[in-house]
């Protein structure tokens, strides 16, 4: 039963997903909803507390006091450029505490409460927990949650502090991308040996909030990630917003109503945008969307191709289109030195996107991967590995450190200089390689 306690947590901003290390492979856990996706969603009313699906069922009904995307507000500050843009999509209430961090407004016990997004992030993660005890029949101690390889060092520990709030022993915080990566190569049999040229996969990651583009170099028994690029603020929300947008002035226009004006109306606006959005990925035809009641008792209904949506959404297409030419740019390969591209993330479905990807690596971009559990699957892999619970197969990975670090020292000590790592690579078990500029670095 104790290897049944390792698992890997893939947070998303949007869903989550948990993945357990078994003696036959890798099992994604479904919640108590028969999901395997659980939304990062936590909702308060007058006196409960409800979390995941639940949570984002009564999301249009009970909109304040619903928490969504606090993701995203992870160590930041309330005055944060970034975080300012992003309160803006927020339907709750969002306030700056006295010492200047990010506090969440609910009405919880006929009470307003005010929560950081630390213990909003714990309560998911604590939901997370009883959904895996209670699908192993066992005590979860051991996990890997997944981050953005944009994530800082403040954000990370923000994340660990959620973790240690729900009781979770994080044994390693695993980039979305490396995640990816490992999940891909593990059980791969045709892997070049190590004295051989390296097999260069591109993983292209296009999620609900962010675009993740990193170049990962297989040998037998290893994994080396060469480059990494990112844009921290394109997703599929993005796509979402336009449509919705570009409806929401059509349908002012015919009925004489205005969806923004209206948060509820809007929000309903954006949940069926994201339903067309998917049905356009596979249709190419003209297709509709229907709303009863949307406003004021009135019926709404508009149209759209696939092709109208490509035209509006250019601009988005083109920041995904530079994303990847960077990441192309900093792993120095030439295009024949790339075997595959693989895609993962929800928003990687967009056929525009995938046309993308051939124009810019020349390969048409595979999809062998759970576009949906590749994270978690690679999360509990990399669990696996970490704990002495579970005996797995010796795989080396060598990640990438996307943020230079510096040891200081103060000079009037007697030494006058400065130390600084490596900036391009850090080794998963935690090696460092230290340059000394020091008068006297032996002391």
């Known amino acids: 039963m104790a290897a049944m306690s390792v698992i890997g947590i893939d947070f998303g901003s949007e869903s989550c997903y948990v993945a357990v290390a078994r003696a036959g492979g890798i099992e994604t856990i479904a919640n108590d909803y028969s999901l395997r996706a659980t939304p990062s969603c936590v909702a308060f009313s007058g006196k409960n507390r409800v979390i995941g699906v639940a949570a984002k069922n009564q999301m249009v009904s009970n909109m304040k006091n619903t928490i969504h995307g606090f993701k995203r507000l992870l160590g930041r500050k309330f005055k944060d450029p970034f975080v300012q843009q992003e309160i803006k999509s927020l339907l709750f209430k969002v306030e700056e505490t006295s010492n200047g961090n990010i506090g969440i407004v609910a009405n919880y016990l006929d009470e307003n409460h005010t929560f950081s997004p630390e213990q909003i992030t714990a309560m998911l993660f604590t939901k997370l927990k009883e959904i895996s005890e209670g699908a192993l029949k066992t005590k979860v101690n051991d996990c890997v949650i997944s981050v953005p390889s944009f994530f800082t060092n403040v954000e990370r520990k923000a994340l660990l502090d959620a973790a240690a709030i729900a009781g979770l022993n994080v044994l390693r915080l695993f980039n979305e991308t490396t995640a990816t990566a490992l999940a891909y190569g593990i059980y791969k049999q045709d892997l070049p040996n190590p004295e051989e040229k390296p097999r260069n996969v591109v993983f292209v990651d296009c999620g609900y909030s962010s675009l993740q583009v990193s170049v990962c170099a297989f040998n037998r ?110 792993c120095k390969l030439k295009l024949d030195d790339i075997y595959a591209v693989e895609i993962v993330g929800g928003s990687s479905r967009v056929p525009a996107i995938k046309q993308l990807l051939e124009q810019v690596f020349g390969k048409t971009p595979s999809t062998t991967l759970n576009q949906d559990e590749a994270v978690s699957r690679g999360c509990a892999l990399q669990c696996a590995m970490l704990s002495p619970a579970v005996r797995v197969r010796d795989f080396s990975v060598t990640d990438i450190q996307n943020y230079p670090i510096k040891l200081i020292w103060d000079a009037t000590k007697g030494d006058d200089g400065r130390w600084s790592s490596l900036t391009n690579e850090m080794l998963s078990r935690s090696q460092r390689c230290c340059h000394s500029t020091a008068k006297n670095p032996s002391q």
């Open 221 to 330: 028994g290893k994994l080396k990630m060469l480059a990494c690029a990112s844009d921290p603020q394109l997703g599929g929300r993005d796509f979402d917003v336009l449509l919705a947008d570009h409806f929401a002035e059509e349908f002012k226009a015919k009925c004489k109503i205005d969806a923004k004006s209206n948060p509820r109306a809007y929000l309903r606006l954006l949940g069926e945008v994201e339903k067309l959005k998917k049905q356009m990925s596979a249709n190419s035809t003209k297709l509709p969307i229907n709303i009863e009641c949307f406003m004021n008792d009135i019926d709404v209904r508009g149209e759209m191709k696939r092709e109208d949506m490509e035209v509006f959404s250019g601009h988005l297409f083109q920041r995904v289109e530079a994303v990847l030419k960077q990441c192309l740019a900093d």
